[in-house]
């Protein structure tokens, strides 16, 4: 990209960062520090202000630039991330929002260990938690990297490596100082500009073609390379019975994910009832569902207006198909029009990965203070009451005020090295595509988070030793299984193509990583010697369907 390319995106990120990092400090100087503030901004946003964070959180760089760039790439199979991230949200709305609204507090542990023998469920519902809060970051990493790198003109590895660890540095410290409250308004403000710019380029790409999606549907064939089979399923995923059970495990993956989600579980905390987290949900929806109707608008103009080799060769994965696209539109390359359009899309995507990895640090962290940390400092204890502990404590200890902000500090410290992790395994994987990396992150939260929760609050005689197994059963094969696929080895997109390891054959664990972690789930209530306790069951029951005594 030219000069003026370069000069004005980079004034722009510039403003963007100035502006979360005043939020940030504002935050900072009217916070008083306690855990209920840094984990849940107090808990006083209103059901408006929490759908749009909760969009913001939510409309990634996997949307914004991953899955414009797939179905530029591969057509109708590429839509598929856009209707599995939307309809996950039935799943969310109807299961999970109000329940564990009233069941917990700050975190998915709290819902099981109201149950359950609280340290290991803590245990192992924080390592899951991480693991996926971490998979997810990665995915935000690689879109920092190809975005800056497109800006720079694609050639300088330096210059990506550099921006991974700045986005990095910067997610640290808005988790760090601002807590909850300063995040939730930097994923406010990322929602309005991401549905801005959306809007506008929608409406720039519809208006190319006179608001003829037909004849876009055929120009975006046409200069594909793959005809009226762009149009068609299969492209990606229906070669053969391998690539369509992957089709299935994506699907699966997708829908079932976002329910398991830690960042988004940890949104619905943030309001002061269960009615308003029902209500935030709500607002998601319609800012959600609208913005991914544009991501199918998006793609097809890329592959319409550019074609997909000019997709493909500015990067392999398509993650800067809108980007490229914006500049078209504007007018071109050199163009007045071209430059600005160009620099604010860039912006608006990388305002979006800032404000994603700052939610998925801070649940990410809460899960390392709030669970592993409380966990393994506290004594084997009577299990604390529904909701995991005491209201205004930090942990189920007798704690004081001076425990709660250790954990909070604990929290912060964990932000650092979480990022640290991100950071290198961002590098890592930096030629992967954005929405192909958090589709693993949903596999693994739909097979570790989603059965454990769905089994705590619905069935009756689940115990500590089906919460562990399903937790466990759900988490490792998933993990393994990527490792042992194409994703990782095999093949020359992988993440080390010169070896080969990939003795399971779909790319996404899903199809069979999430029935494992019902199925351990399962098999870990049915052998227990311990029986379940029907008291806490009800007290669950109740308090779930009615919020009586919710925190």
Not at 25 to 50: D, I, K
Not at 341 to 350: D, P
């Amino acid at each position: 990209m030219n000069g003026d390319h370069q000069a004005l995106a980079l004034l722009l990120f510039c403003a963007f960062i100035a502006v979360t990092l005043g939020i940030t400090t504002w935050v900072s100087r009217n916070r008083h520090g306690s855990a209920e503030e840094f984990y849940a901004g107090g808990r006083l946003f209103s059901p408006m202000e929490n759908g749009f964070a909760i969009a913001g959180d939510y409309m990634s760089a996997a949307s914004f630039l991953g899955i414009s760039g797939l179905i530029a790439l591969y057509g109708y199979d590429g839509m598929l991330y856009s209707v599995g991230f939307l309809v996950a949200w039935l799943v969310v709305l109807f299961l999970v929002a109000e329940l564990v609204r009233n069941c917990g507090r700050f975190t998915l542990a709290d819902v099981v260990a109201a149950r359950m023998s609280e340290r290991p469920v803590r245990i192992a519902a924080g390592t899951s938690s991480v693991t996926v809060s971490v998979l997810y970051l990665v995915a935000q990493m690689v879109g920092a990297g190809s975005l800056v790198a497109l800006l720079l003109g694609g050639t300088s590895e330096a210059a990506r490596s550099w921006t991974v660890i700045g986005v990095g540095a910067l997610m640290v410290i808005y988790v760090s100082l601002g807590g909850m409250r300063a995040t939730t308004w930097i994923q406010i403000v990322k929602a309005v500009l991401l549905m801005a710019g959306a809007i506008t380029l929608t409406l720039l790409v519809l208006a190319r073609f006179h608001g003829d999606f037909n004849q876009l549907l055929n120009a975006a064939a046409a200069h594909s390379g793959h005809g009226k089979d762009f149009l068609s399923p299969g492209l990606r995923y229906g070669g053969d019975w391998t690539a369509r059970l992957d089709f299935i495990s994506l699907g699966l993956a997708l829908v079932l994910g976002t329910a398991g989600l830690p960042h988004i579980l940890s949104r619905f905390y943030t309001v002061p009832t269960a009615r308003a987290a029902r209500r935030s949900v709500v607002w998601a929806i319609g800012l959600i569902g609208s913005f991914y109707l544009m991501t199918i608008v998006l793609g097809f103009g890329a592959a319409a207006v550019l074609g997909t080799d000019e997709v493909r060769s500015s990067n392999a994965s398509g993650n800067t198909a809108v980007p490229l696209l914006a500049l078209d539109l504007g007018g071109g390359a050199g163009s007045t029009g071209g430059t600005v359009l160009f620099a604010v899309v860039a912006a608006v995507a990388f305002a979006t990965i800032l404000a994603v990895v700052a939610g998925i640090t801070l649940a990410s962290s809460a899960s390392v203070a709030h669970d592993l940390y409380a966990s393994l400092r506290r004594r084997r204890s009577a299990p604390a009451p529904v909701g995991g502990m005491e209201p205004g404590r930090a942990d189920g200890d007798a704690g004081s005020g001076r425990k709660e902000y250790s954990e909070v500090a604990v929290a912060r410290g964990a932000a650092v090295g979480i990022g640290a992790v991100a950071i290198a395994l961002g590098l890592l994987a930096r030629d992967l595509n954005v929405a192909f990396l958090v589709g693993l992150a949903f596999a693994v939260a739909a097979s570790a988070n989603l059965p454990v929760l769905l089994y705590s609050l619905f069935w009756r005689n689940f115990t500590t030793r089906g919460a562990v197994w399903s937790v466990y059963g759900g988490l490792v094969p998933a993990v393994l299984l990527v490792i042992l696929s194409p994703v990782v080895s095999g093949g020359e997109r992988a993440l080390f193509p010169g070896v080969d390891f990939d003795v399971f054959p779909l790319e996404n664990p899903g199809l069979v990583s999430i029935p494992l972690g019902f199925l351990a789930g399962w098999i870990g209530t049915v052998t227990s010697a311990e029986p379940p306790d029907a008291a806490k069951h009800a007290e669950t029951e109740v308090r779930s369907l009615t919020g009586a005594g919710a925190v």
